[in-house]
């Protein structure tokens, strides 16, 4: 969702670099090396190792992984599971109590439903049929945790795209910061974390994309350091069908995929992953409702809206603030 970093210029000679696949997408590391800290071969195991254990506990894509292990699971079972599991479930609540149940993680049953999913077959319209048989098993309510293990009631199945590359970044980002690294631009899959500057001094900037799903164009650059940052959008996974368009982005109250005129939404928050959430969330309520929730819980949030001539945005005072406001 974001167009990249803005390189500065000046000696490039102990900015260092390095990526790979990961997650379906791909990976970045970028930092600065002064005397003393260790070279990119040692920063990357330790990051590959953290991406590979995020893969193995959270991923929808691989049988084995805890959290597919559990949703292959009946009603009335339970799993025992790592803390970050719980951690991740425990976020999720409270996203979705505070979204009045739009936002949920156990979408998973709806998005292979509409041809999203790891299981999809197609992508369609469902029958009204299908759709309510599926709704029975969405719901959070249907969780709940237990000492270490993760409990469900009914047949529900948990999905951590929506959080798991930004709780990568924030994973990775306190392991940089360990090794000592303390001015760097971390990024898995499109969210990111930046931190200190850039070797020249100048901070590091991020180029917010124009939601196009024909080419890459810079929308506002932002300076960002010591904060993560996410966008979510409905421009890039979707179908149409009888002239009318179904994105990925799902409101699981309705079962159905978001319908309004918001594009797409950037959050900047200390934690890449709130950031991931709440970008979602916000896409999820729309440009009111999302425009007042963020408002209300001073959520650093960019909204770029759909209007009959193109394209307009809207900025949260919290975003204008941490943003700095004068990276435009």
Same mark, same amino acid.
């Not at 009335?76 to 951690?87: D, G, R, T």
């Not at 969405?138 to 798991?164: P, Q, T, W």
């Given at each position: ?7 500065? !210029?000046?000696?490039?000679?102990? %900015?260092?670099?390095?990526? !790979?696949?990961? %997650? @379906? ?9 002064y005397s003393g800290l260790p070279k990119p071969a040692g920063v990357q195991v330790e990051v590959e190792r953290i991406l590979s254990d995020v893969d193995r506990q959270l991923s929808t894509y691989r049988s084995d992984s805890d959290i597919e292990r559990f949703n292959q699971l009946p009603a009335n079972s339970c799993q025992k599971m790592p803390a970050s599991v719980l951690e991740l479930v425990?976020? &999720? ?15 998973? $049953? ?7 999913? $790891?299981?999809? #077959? ?5 029958? =009204? ?21 993760? !409990? ?9 795209? +929506? /959080?798991? =590359?930004?709780?990568?970044?924030? %994973? /990775?980002?306190?392991?940089?910061? =360990? %090794? @000592? ?13 930046? =931190? ?8 590091? #900037? ?14 506002? /650059? ?19 069908? &009888? &002239? ?23 959050? /900047?928050? $200390? +934690? ?13 309520? @729309? $440009? ?36 700095? &406001?004068?990276?435009?």
């Amino acid at each position: 969702m974001l167009a990249g970093t803005l390189s500065g !210029c000046g000696n490039d000679d102990a %900015m260092e670099s390095f990526g !790979c696949p990961t %997650m @379906g997408s791909t990976y970045s590391i970028k930092y600065v090396r002064y005397s003393g800290l260790p070279k990119p071969a040692g920063v990357q195991v330790e990051v590959e190792r953290i991406l590979s254990d995020v893969d193995r506990q959270l991923s929808t894509y691989r049988s084995d992984s805890d959290i597919e292990r559990f949703n292959q699971l009946p009603a009335n079972s339970c799993q025992k599971m790592p803390a970050s599991v719980l951690e991740l479930v425990r976020v &999720g609540e409270q996203l979705s109590s505070q979204s009045d149940g739009s936002f949920d993680l156990t979408v998973e $049953p709806l998005l292979n439903l509409w041809g999203f999913g $790891p299981q999809a #077959r197609e992508e369609k319209v469902p029958t =009204a049929q299908a759709l309510a048989e599926v709704r029975q098993r969405v719901g959070h309510a249907h969780l709940r945790i237990e000492g270490d293990e993760l !409990c469900k009631d009914a047949a529900v199945e948990v999905d951590f795209n +929506s /959080i798991a =590359a930004g709780y990568a970044v924030d %994973m /990775i980002a306190a392991k940089l910061e =360990a %090794m @000592g690294i303390h001015n760097y631009l971390a990024e898995a899959t499109g969210e990111l974390k930046a =931190a200190g500057s850039k070797l020249d001094g100048s901070p590091w #900037r991020i180029a917010l994309e124009e939601p196009r799903d024909d080419q890459q164009v810079a929308e506002r /650059i932002v300076a960002i350091d010591g904060y993560g940052l996410s966008t979510s959008g409905d421009y890039r996974n979707y179908f149409v069908q &009888g &002239g009318q368009r179904f994105s990925h982005t799902f409101d699981a109250r309705t079962g159905a995929p978001i319908s309004h005129a918001l594009a797409s939404v950037t959050v /900047i928050h $200390p +934690s890449a992953l709130m950031a991931d959430g709440l970008s979602t969330l916000l896409l999820i309520l @729309g $440009p009111e409702r999302g425009w007042d929730y963020a408002e209300k819980h001073d959520i650093g949030a960019f909204f770029v809206i759909r209007a009959d001539t193109g394209f307009v945005t809207r900025t949260s005072h919290a975003f204008e603030r941490l943003a700095g &406001g004068k990276t435009q």
